[in-house]
Structure formats: structure tokens, C-alpha cells
């Protein structure tokens, strides 16, 4: 099972390692890292790299396609190198994933026209422009796409694949290897449970990004 | 506040990327990946590399430690440059911390000496051998040397530190920022929740990769 990761400037790191981690114990498993050229690609906070171990043209028909999103997306959803790679990879793929921002890249590929889909909960909207419907759900499946909601929710979407594919017991023996019993110490980890305070704080640095 | 990641050959990714995505958004956070010398380090399943960008004497006093897991600990147990460096390091640092069996590490310096502390579920009686208290509790709080559980539970203990440090709520956003609201589709991700057979699984797969 070909596992391919699409890396571009300011992809967020835990977008791709939380499903990477999951999906990479599936047995018969094998991950390869792209970028546009092989090299270290820098993430969104510029202090951490990832090895892209190919080019994308390398790697034409991966079986699983998982695109993580990242500060850099908006800069990318017109590289055609990127985009085209996803609209290739997809006709062949047996799944055609992303986390956070990364479902933007799969509307630019026309991957989500006519279906739902979800994003990064302050990116959700844009969405519609690529004839998507946005849903505020964590996972969203859809026939062989499936998309996840921001940066951790990658790794609940492992875990569903990884069901899909190798069946809930070794989805659940996965689960139990990395130990995934998540304790965060508050609860404020969805636009519908945080404080307005903490919302209206993310989207304000949010602004000052952009 | 300078935080350093060490790497080694064969570290679990989400060890250290679920912490670093936490901790890297604190405000004035700058994040070093540290090891051997400069350059990619590849994880436990040679599948993907990180790049450290300095050797561990270029940092050596950060004020947060964070020693991740993998399958490659037990080959660097008794490697004085990496023991050293946390031993040396901890002299100084506000905040020792670690993931998974990164608590070995924290253990084999002798920082771990008559506290209580957690590791994976399955090396977790290891830390008898370093004087420290085995619990099986997800994030364990010794003064400033705090100790979490397997792979994943690097968030929620990246989440307890960013709360000590820069208040609840900047930590409520950064878990809104990563929108960390988990919904694993299984409920096996701790050795009390999984069943029998999910265990055994993972012992004897563990047991025959030693």
C-alpha cells in the first residue's frame, strides 16, 4: 500500500506526522514524502523540516494520498505541479485524503465538486468556491475522499482509513500502539466548545497573518 | 523561550511533532531540532526524516527539554553525548519533559531519580531501573520535569506545559488553533481500555521487533 504525502513551503507538521504515524503501521505499508524536488521543505513556523524523499512526478499512482494543510496553502492552489499531481494521483488512488487547509489543495484539483468536505474551522467557507459543501464535522467521508478538520484531526482520520482497510481490530491495535486515549486538559478544541474570548483571539492572529 | 528537541536514530515522529505543534505556538517560542550533527535524522520506521538543525553542544542550555521516544532508544541509552547533554542541560532548563520511552533517556541521566514518572504502557516497568516511580497516569507533573505517555500523549502534555507557562488561555487557543477536539472512532487507545487480544497483539508484535 503506496502512501504518498505532498510537501509544500509552510505545510503544518502535525497535519501530515498525526495520519503518517497511523496509516504508516498498516501492514505492508509505504510512505514516500514529496515536494517539488527532493530536500528538506520548511513548515508554517519555520523551525522544523521535513524530508521529501521524491519529486511528485515520481510518484504518479500512490494508492492513499494524504494532503496536509499549512499556512503556505493559499500560495499553492494555483501550482500547477501540485494541483495536477493531486488530479492525476486521484484518478488511480484508492483514497484521496487531506487534513486542515489540505482539502482546499483537493478543490483546486476538482476532487471536491459536489461533495462534502471539511477544513481548518477558519478556512471552512472556502470550501464553496471549489463546489464543495463545507460541514463543521471532524471527519468527513465521501465515496473514496475523505477529508479531516484542522491540523490533529488528522490522526481520527487515520484511524477511520485505517479501519477501511485493515479492519477495526487492527485500526484498534494501531490505536493502542501510539496510545491515542487523548486527555487534552481543556475543552475548547472546536469553534462550538471554545470561550467567544478564544475564538475571537485565534481569529484575530489569524488576520494579522494574512 | 528556547526550546530543544534532540533526535536519534530511529525517534517516533509524533513523539516529538505532537508536543513541538503545541509548544512552537507559544508566544516568542523558538524550537531547535538538535542531534548527533546537523542534517536529517530518520524515525523507527525509516519512512520519513526530520532535519536537526544544530548538533546537541550547539544548544546547550534551552529552557524546555523535550526527549521523544522510539524504537532507537534502547540503542542510546548509554550514548554519553546525547545522555550528557540532558543531564547537562536539565542543570539549567525550567521544564525537563519527554514522550513515550523519551523517559528512559530522562532516566539513563539520572533526572528521573525518586519522581514519579510515565513511558509507553509497554516499557513503563523500565523505568525501575533509574529510580524513578512507574504510573501509568497519561502526564505525570514532578516539579519541572514532566514525563507523558505513549506517542500521542505528547499533546495533551505539550497542552498541561503550555498552561503553566503562558496561562490557560493561551492554552485553550492553541487547542482551538489546532483544533485539538479528538474523536478516535475506537475506544482502545490505553492498555486498561483495549481488549485482551488488542494487547497481546502489540506485545507480541513489540516482542518480535526486539
Given at each position: 500500500m503506496r502512501i504518498a504525502i505532498p510537501l509544500y513551503d509552510r505545510f503544518t507538521a502535525l497535519d501530515a506526522v498525526g495520519p503518517y504515524e497511523v496509516l504508516s503501521r498498516l501492514p505492508g505499508a509505504s510512505v514516500t514524502w514529496l515536494a517539488h524536488e527532493p530536500g528538506v521543505v520548511r513548515n508554517d513556523q519555520r523551525m522544523m523540516g521535513i524530508e521529501a524523499?521524491?519529486?511528485?512526478?515520481?510518484?504518479?499512482?500512490?494508492?492513499i494520498v494524504l494532503v496536509p494543510g499549512g499556512t503556505g496553502t493559499n500560495d499553492v492552489l494555483d501550482d500547477e505541479r501540485l494541483v495536477g499531481w493531486i488530479r492525476r494521483a486521484h484518478e488511480t488512488s484508492e483514497w484521496t485524503t487531506s487534513v486542515c487547509t489540505g482539502s482546499l489543495l483537493l478543490g483546486a484539483a476538482g476532487v471536491l465538486e459536489g461533495l462534502e468536505a471539511t477544513s481548518h474551522w477558519l478556512d471552512?467557507?472556502?470550501?464553496?468556491?471549489?463546489?464543495a459543501r463545507p460541514t463543521g464535522k471532524r471527519v468527513v467521508e465521501q465515496g473514496k475522499v475523505i477529508t479531516a478538520a484542522g491540523v490533529s484531526s488528522g490522526i481520527d482520520m487515520g484511524l477511520v482509513l485505517a479501519a477501511k482497510i485493515a479492519g477495526p481490530e487492527v485500526a484498534q491495535a494501531i490505536q493502542l500502539g501510539i496510545e491515542y486515549d487523548p486527555q487534552p486538559?481543556?475543552?475548547?478544541?472546536?469553534v462550538d466548545k471554545a470561550s467567544t474570548e478564544t475564538v475571537e483571539l485565534i481569529r484575530s492572529l489569524a488576520a494579522g497573518r494574512a
Amino acid at each position: 500500500m503506496r502512501i504518498a504525502i505532498p510537501l509544500y513551503d509552510r505545510f503544518t507538521a502535525l497535519d501530515a506526522v498525526g495520519p503518517y504515524e497511523v496509516l504508516s503501521r498498516l501492514p505492508g505499508a509505504s510512505v514516500t514524502w514529496l515536494a517539488h524536488e527532493p530536500g528538506v521543505v520548511r513548515n508554517d513556523q519555520r523551525m522544523m523540516g521535513i524530508e521529501a524523499q521524491a519529486a511528485f512526478e515520481d510518484l504518479p499512482d500512490p494508492e492513499i494520498v494524504l494532503v496536509p494543510g499549512g499556512t503556505g496553502t493559499n500560495d499553492v492552489l494555483d501550482d500547477e505541479r501540485l494541483v495536477g499531481w493531486i488530479r492525476r494521483a486521484h484518478e488511480t488512488s484508492e483514497w484521496t485524503t487531506s487534513v486542515c487547509t489540505g482539502s482546499l489543495l483537493l478543490g483546486a484539483a476538482g476532487v471536491l465538486e459536489g461533495l462534502e468536505a471539511t477544513s481548518h474551522w477558519l478556512d471552512l467557507q472556502d470550501l464553496e468556491r471549489y463546489g464543495a459543501r463545507p460541514t463543521g464535522k471532524r471527519v468527513v467521508e465521501q465515496g473514496k475522499v475523505i477529508t479531516a478538520a484542522g491540523v490533529s484531526s488528522g490522526i481520527d482520520m487515520g484511524l477511520v482509513l485505517a479501519a477501511k482497510i485493515a479492519g477495526p481490530e487492527v485500526a484498534q491495535a494501531i490505536q493502542l500502539g501510539i496510545e491515542y486515549d487523548p486527555q487534552p486538559p481543556f475543552d475548547s478544541g472546536s469553534v462550538d466548545k471554545a470561550s467567544t474570548e478564544t475564538v475571537e483571539l485565534i481569529r484575530s492572529l489569524a488576520a494579522g497573518r494574512a
